[in-house]
């Protein structure tokens, strides 16, 4: 039972482009939350996520983030026209539908490098 | 409203010797509770949780924690640190009345010395 795979691993992108994290839950999973890790940092929430809806994106900053969960395919964070301040640690996780919502499984993460 | 507080943002052990790692949280819910540990350049791995059942929770590795509600604390220990135990620890509260949302505290880097 494979876990949470996120791609890519690793991204290096300049200022002014766009940045594409993708994210496949647990098999049978349908909840995905998204995290960002700034360097010598703990987590911090940004996006809840059910197939086809945002439920809490109290997270997110108000300008270029955006997240989406389709019907079919992997959960993706999308940045555009990104910053500096932008290079972190995203990382994705999932938890089943019902029962143990409450645990959250994580994935390797993906590390943005802004240059 | 929830926050987590670690009270260790580094704890430095000898091989064999206990570790400690002190977490306080705050909730206006009834919270679970959990250690996630990273080591370096990986994901987050579940070291245990506390759901609301018994208040001396087991996890992996040799690892335990008890949850005191009238000293809001979930401290973790081991009774003898292993050399693969060095990694940063991160102390989380979520609340189902906060719609499951981890609150991650700021992490504590342990050393292990041989």
């Known amino acids: 039972n494979a876990g949470v795979m996120q791609n890519p691993r690793h991204l290096v992108r300049r200022r002014g482009q766009e940045a594409r994290l993708r994210c496949s839950p647990m098999k049978g999973h349908s909840h995905v939350y998204w995290y960002r890790q700034l360097p010598e940092e703990g987590l911090k929430f940004m996006v809840y996520l059910q197939k086809e809806n945002i439920i809490d994106e109290s997270g997110m900053p108000k300008e270029r983030f955006s997240a989406e969960f389709p019907k079919e395919g992997p959960s993706i964070l999308r940045i555009q026209q990104v910053v500096r301040g932008d290079s972190a640690a995203y990382f994705c996780a999932s938890s089943p539908p019902r029962g143990g919502r409450d645990t959250q499984y994580f994935g390797p993460g993906t590390r943005l490098t802004v240059l | 409203a929830q926050s987590v507080t670690q009270l260790d943002s580094h704890v430095s052990v000898s091989e064999g010797t206990p570790v400690l790692l002190r977490c306080n949280y705050s909730s206006s819910y009834s919270p679970s509770l959990f250690w996630y540990v990273q080591h370096p350049n990986k994901g987050l791995q579940l070291l245990l949780k506390y759901t609301s059942a018994a208040t001396l929770v087991k996890g992996i590795n040799g690892f335990e924690a008890e949850f005191k509600k009238s000293e809001t604390s979930f401290h973790l220990t081991k009774p003898s640190a292993h050399m693969s135990d060095a990694a940063e620890y991160f102390c989380?509260?979520?609340?189902?009345?906060?719609?499951?949302?981890?609150?991650f505290g700021g992490g504590t880097r342990v050393l292990v010395k041989p």
């Open positions: 989380v509260v979520s609340a189902k009345a906060a719609g499951n949302k981890l609150t």
